[in-house]
């Protein structure tokens, strides 16, 4: 019996409580080329040791009406929000065959595995689908899904639009769904089926805050695939946490949501000399928007683990520090169920599912060749000295990553210069010169030699500690909100006052400043070159 065979295409859409309904009624759905409704049972199986699992292979029956089905996926890729996975997908007729799977490694582990398979977690949910013509020739599937994954006594609700490309480009569906986002909360999901039932099976979260991964390059990319795979990135940084963010109560969501907007925005900054007109400035307005939109709440949660937290370790008993800390946690709650219905307005999820096309539109732009684009980036950017304009096209995005550092490094080292007295409003503005230093370092630092004598540890240890003359500077106008309504914490609030004021004076910043070699950071970076 030969399986079908096939690649799917789809963006997966989580949807936020209340939605349903209004998304069902949506005009892009009205007349549809076919619609239908059927009940899903699905047995997800593994071996005791999950080694399926550990191999990114999904096994599952799937009940539809009286058919059993058999499918086989593989993990595949999760891109720009569109998942892109093989499967295998036969009849089942009581009995696993994985005889005609044409992936041979995989079907004789399949095969030897076989005895050991049992069932770990299943779905049940009702799918609702529509086969949509966004345009024409462009098809797509669109399945709402409503229902709950089990694992032994564990249950986990499930509400999802998952848009699968029957004719339609990358591009088309997700405009498709960012048409769809701009009218219902609908949040980007990367996460599978499979993916939850296992961490429910597991005792895992269903979701955790996600923290930035670093990029992969290579030195072959043009700039712009650079670029897009940085943003990617960024992306998926963003809405994961975007989607903890509306429901959570854990503020690393929060944190990390703007943490991934950030380095977005720097990334977007490092490389705008080659991206298309317009494109920064549009983007960079936007996405600073979303960040603010999560500003409050980190605020309050910054006072609250960063400024109060410590100082009520050290001193639990002094007086009007417990209500000190009652009245910021209610202000914190406030704020953040405010950012929450902020969050959850259609135009902050439409945002993230639109730059996601965006980003993909300008990685298959035509004529965008190593050659071509780093040329165009070179051109408008500080060129590293004594480079031949006739390079072989490999070294061409590490010479631009060279020119950009060393042009951040220039600025950083200026900006170092004139903090060194210690003046509050310099040492900001030196804080925000080392945070874009190393974001791009996280991102292009991988093409470079980098000479120990830049002493990016020391570096790393000054951003701390302007980060936390950053918290305290942020938390001065909460500290005096909360003495003007609450005036019995004023001795309290000067307290944890003093201590902060000590212990940044302990740090000893100017003299660290004065003890790195600043001018390193605008002149030793360089290409690595192929041996």
């Given at each position: 019996?030969?399986?079908?065979?096939?690649?799917?295409?789809?963006?997966?859409?989580?949807?936020?409580?209340?939605?349903?309904?209004?998304?069902?009624?949506?005009p892009l759905l009205a007349r549809p080329l076919s619609?239908?409704?059927?009940?899903?049972?699905?047995?997800?199986?593994?071996?005791?040791?999950?080694?399926?699992?550990?191999?990114?292979?999904?096994?599952?029956?799937?009940?539809?009406?009286?058919?059993?089905?058999?499918?086989?996926?593989?993990?595949?890729?999760?891109?720009?929000?569109?998942?892109?996975?093989?499967?295998?997908?036969?009849?089942?007729?009581?009995?696993?065959?994985?005889?005609?799977?044409?992936?041979?490694?995989?079907?004789?582990?399949?095969?030897?595995?076989?005895?050991?398979?049992?069932?770990?977690?299943?779905?049940?949910?009702?799918?609702?689908?529509?086969?949509?013509?966004?345009?024409?020739?462009?098809?797509?599937?669109?399945?709402?899904?409503?229902?709950?994954?089990?694992?032994?006594?564990?249950?986990?609700?499930?509400?999802?639009?998952?848009?699968?490309?029957?004719?339609?480009?990358?591009?088309?569906?997700?405009?498709?769904?960012?048409?769809?986002?701009?009218?219902?909360?609908?949040?980007?999901?990367?996460?599978?089926?499979?993916?939850?039932?296992?961490?429910?099976?597991?005792?895992?979260?269903?979701?955790?805050?996600?923290?930035?991964?670093?990029?992969?390059?290579?030195?072959?990319?043009?700039?712009?695939?650079?670029?897009?795979?940085?943003?990617?990135?960024?992306?998926?940084?963003?809405?994961?946490?975007?989607?903890?963010?509306?429901?959570?109560?854990?503020?690393?969501?929060?944190?990390?949501?703007?943490?991934?907007?950030?380095?977005?925005?720097?990334?977007?900054?490092?490389?705008?000399?080659?991206?298309?007109?317009?494109?920064?400035?549009?983007w960079q307005a936007q996405l600073r928007t979303l960040?603010?939109l999560a500003g409050e709440a980190r605020e309050w949660?910054?006072?609250?683990?960063?400024?109060?937290?410590?100082?009520?370790?050290?001193?639990?008993?002094?007086?009007?520090?417990?209500?000190?800390?009652?009245?910021?946690?209610?202000?914190?709650?406030?704020?953040?169920?405010?950012?929450?219905?902020?969050?959850?307005?259609?135009?902050?999820?439409?945002?993230?599912?639109?730059?996601?096309?965006?980003?993909?539109?300008?990685?298959?732009?035509?004529?965008?060749?190593?050659?071509?684009?780093?040329?165009?980036?070179?051109?408008?950017?500080?060129?590293?000295?004594?480079?031949?304009?006739?390079?072989?096209?490999?070294?061409?995005?590490?010479?631009?990553?060279?020119?950009?550092?060393?042009?951040?490094?220039?600025?950083?080292?200026?900006?170092?210069?004139?903090?060194?007295?210690?003046?509050?409003?310099?040492?900001?503005?030196?804080?925000?010169?080392?945070?874009?230093?190393?974001?791009?370092?996280?991102?292009?630092?991988?093409?470079?030699?980098?000479?120990?004598?830049?002493?990016?540890?020391?570096?790393?240890?000054?951003?701390?500690?302007?980060?936390?003359?950053?918290?305290?500077?942020?938390?001065?106008?909460?500290?005096?909100?909360?003495?003007?309504?609450?005036?019995?914490?004023?001795?309290?609030?000067?307290?944890?006052?003093?201590?902060?004021?000590?212990?940044?004076?302990?740090?000893?910043?100017?003299?660290?400043?004065?003890?790195?070699?600043?001018?390193?950071?605008?002149?030793?970076?360089?290409?690595?070159?192929?041996?």
């Open positions: 019996m030969n399986p079908e065979i096939n690649t799917e295409v789809e963006l997966k859409l989580a949807i936020a409580d209340g939605a349903m309904a209004a998304l069902r009624r949506d619609h239908g409704s059927a009940r899903l049972l699905n047995q997800y199986f593994d071996t005791p040791g999950l080694m399926l699992r550990r191999r990114g292979i999904a096994l599952r029956i799937r009940k539809s009406g009286r058919t059993w089905l058999q499918t086989v996926k593989l993990t595949g890729t999760v891109e720009g929000g569109l998942s892109t996975r093989p499967e295998w997908e036969q009849r089942f007729v009581g009995h696993f065959d994985f005889s005609a799977i044409d992936d041979v490694a995989l079907r004789r582990l399949l095969e030897r595995e076989q005895p050991h398979l049992a069932v770990v977690f299943a779905t049940d949910f009702r799918r609702e689908t529509w086969v949509v013509e966004a345009a024409p020739g462009c098809r797509i599937e669109v399945a709402l899904d409503r229902g709950a994954i089990r694992a032994g006594d564990a249950v986990l609700p499930l509400a999802e639009l998952e848009l699968e490309s029957k004719s339609a480009t990358p591009a088309q569906l997700l405009g498709f769904g960012c048409a769809l986002a701009q009218r219902h909360a609908l949040f980007a999901d990367e996460r599978s089926k499979a993916a939850r039932g296992y961490a429910l099976f597991s005792g895992e979260p269903a979701l955790t805050p996600r923290h930035a991964s670093q990029p992969v390059l290579t030195a072959d990319l043009s700039c712009r695939e650079a670029f897009c795979t940085i943003a990617r990135e960024c992306l998926a940084q963003i809405a994961a946490n975007l989607l903890g963010a509306v429901d959570s109560d854990d503020p690393e969501y929060a944190h990390q949501l703007r943490v991934g907007v950030r380095r977005l925005r720097s990334a977007i900054k490092l490389f705008e000399p080659l991206l298309p007109d317009g494109f920064a400035s549009t960040a603010a949660d910054v006072l609250l683990s960063e400024i109060l937290a410590p100082v009520g370790r050290l001193a639990p008993d002094y007086p009007g520090l417990d209500e000190l800390l009652a009245a910021a946690r209610v202000r914190r709650d406030a704020a953040r169920e405010t950012m929450r219905a902020e969050l959850r307005r259609p135009a902050c999820a439409a945002l993230v599912i639109s730059l996601m096309r965006e980003i993909h539109l300008l990685s298959t732009a035509p004529g965008q060749t190593g050659q071509a684009d780093a040329a165009q980036g070179e051109a408008r950017a500080d060129k590293p000295s004594g480079r031949s304009s006739e390079q072989q096209p490999e070294s061409r995005l590490a010479d631009f990553a060279a020119a950009r550092l060393q042009r951040l490094g220039r600025r950083a080292a200026q900006a170092a210069a004139a903090a060194r007295k210690g003046e509050v409003a310099r040492l900001h503005a030196l804080r925000l010169r080392l945070k874009r230093l190393r974001y791009a370092t996280e991102f292009l630092g991988q093409l470079l030699r980098v000479p120990d004598a830049l002493g990016l540890r020391k570096i790393v240890a000054l951003q701390t500690s302007l980060g936390l003359l950053n918290d305290l500077s942020v938390s001065g106008p909460l500290m005096e909100a909360l003495a003007r309504a609450h005036p019995h914490t004023r001795a309290a609030i000067a307290f944890v006052g003093g201590h902060h004021l000590a212990a940044w004076h302990d740090r000893a910043v100017p003299d660290t400043i004065r003890a790195i070699r600043w001018k390193s950071l605008g002149r030793d970076w360089q290409p690595k070159r192929k041996s």
